[in-house]
């Protein structure tokens, strides 16, 4: 903890207008968020949302909205949306940008939407190296249907549908589904971040910038992934969320840059 | 020096204190009282100490925090 | 006049598709329709006018494609054939829900499962009593020649959209393989985008600009009293189907004593039946829906009272007979005669069966 050094200038003067560093983007709408206390859908939603808003991209911006707690993110965001069937937003999302290749296209998916029951629709989108952007949440589970495996979910992970554990023989592995995704070719830009920290959000939304600005110069699908916490779903508090996925995720899916070809 | 100050929207704060662990001076507390919903929200325990460093806002899933900062002189300077 | 040519129901169909101003073609191959992707593909539309040709992985990414493309405001389109379109219905009912308007083209073959690669037209309940989940209908229109198939496409594609909701062109394997006679229709431009933005702009998701409010493109909504709304919603528009699109062609049936029904490549075989059985001295005529969703109640309630038993032809075990029956309410003799498997009927059974399940019965 660092050292606590008192000043004497009155509050009001400090809030001010004038002074304001961070405040909530204009590209959220009103609505409160439908997640959890500590889920870290707000996040990242927001630096989705920061990000359109510097490049000042929303007024072509399309985005797409999976099935899962997300299922509502175009509730939240004050931009064109489309919602799609459970695994399906990378064939929207090549449907949309296709046919408007001057529009960005960014597809948002959990765990289950983009490994599990979209895996064909991931791997192939990313393999015709579609132009577009694909945020992957991995929070291990799956948490809308009430906390079930999820591909992602780690060996020995308690879930409502493993409640002794992951065990592999069983259920199979996790899948690192970003690796394969940084194998294929169509892919330019593949990168595991997370938000759980002050330091990792600052990287997480330089990663989401640098995902926007390959679909800017048409290199390829870029894809983020942000391992992130199902505090419900874990049956733990957020702050004991955020700590488990230190502990637990992030040694099975270590942060970092899978694949950076490089922008002009 | 830099100064700075946090508001908190209480009636969004759905108070899972992740604010309280990402700031490095252990400033914000969480308060006694309930908003409508019945979360305890965030507050600047210690107003005074607060540098707007963002690390609060950065990581709240509700971005129900705004961060002031400024900058103003050393108190020894300003004395003279 | 057109230009005219000698080609396969699913050759037209294709050229027809580029010809109609289609933004995109979105498709996954399969018998007996491959030739459309491949006539697509060979005759480079990207150059012709810069429309989106591309395979996709499966048939439900093509669909989901055709979703995210037909929810920009564009003109899109996908074909496949039975097992196909099957894989489609998940996304078709998405499409429906979200009120999307696009065309799949399903050219029909032999079912269950895979079936056969023949022609049939088992697909008639899936195609107009919803075919996904949920209380939704497409408009289903059913060609009966080539030059059906190359005419629909523009027709498929203005009802889409006065609609907002996906129109089937339900073929079958006989009309997309066999060859005719087809006057090909003079090339409509593709829409631009601010043609787009002026005409779909309320509803498309083409990039939300500071003037109006976003657009949203979905299918859910948890609220009930709203999506009770909306399917009443949706249930108005099929009302206005029923009023406004009915489509059908009568032949030989204003002395009739006895009538067909049939559609597609059944209509073909009924049409000669009439033939042979008027030269017996059967006064036989046909009744041949072109829209089967709004199936055309109307006129077969007016011929209910005018002939004295119906028979449906149909290349399935019977199922279009049942919104005949329905219509007809009871009060003339329904039958159906069909084949199935692949297996197509002749004229002259289709006489055979008028005479022994509707005249001699």
Known sequence: MAKVKHHNIPLDQIIKPENIVFKRTKLFTDNVLSYCPGCGHGVAHRLILEVLEEMGIADKTIGIAPVGCSVLAYEFMDIDMQEAAHGRAPALATGIKRTNPDKFVFAY????????????????TANRGENITVIFINNGIYGMTGGQMAPTTIYGMKTSTTPYGRDPKQMGHPLKITEIVAQLPGTCYVTRQAVHTPALVRKAKKAIRKAFEYQKQNKGLSFVEIVSNCNSGWKMTPVQAVKWLEENMLPYYPLGDLKDIGLD | MIVGAIVVDTERCKGCELCTQACPFGIISMSED??????????????????GCENC???CPDTVITVYRMKVEEPSKAKN | MGEILLMKGNEALAEAIIRAGADAYFGYPITPQSEVMEYLAAAKPEERTGMVLLQAESELAAINMLYGAGATGKKVITSSSSPGISLMQEGISYMAGAEIPAVIVNVVRGGPGLGTIQPAQSDYFQATKGGGHGDYHLLVLAPNSVQEMADFVPLAFDLAFKYRNPVMILSDGLIGQMMEKVELFDPIPRWTDEYIREHHGSWATIGKTPDRERNIITSLDLVPERMEKHNLHLKEKYDQMEREEVRYEEI????????????????RIAMKAVKLAREEGIKVGLLRPITLFPFPKKPLERLADQVKGILTVELSLGQMVEDVKLAVNCRIPVEHYGRVGGMIPTPEEVVEALKTKIINR
């Open chain 1, 109 to 124: 998916q959990g765990d289950g939407d983009l490994a599990a029951i979209g895996t064909a629709e991931t791997i192939h």
């Open chain 2, 34 to 51: 309930v908003n409508s919903k019945g979360y305890h929200y965030a507050y600047l325990a210690d107003p005074y100490a607060c540098t």
């Open chain 2, 57 to 59: 806002a950065l990581v």
């Open chain 3, 252 to 267: 030989s049936t204003e002395d009739a004593e006895y009538l067909f029904v049939a559609y597609g490549s059944s209509s």
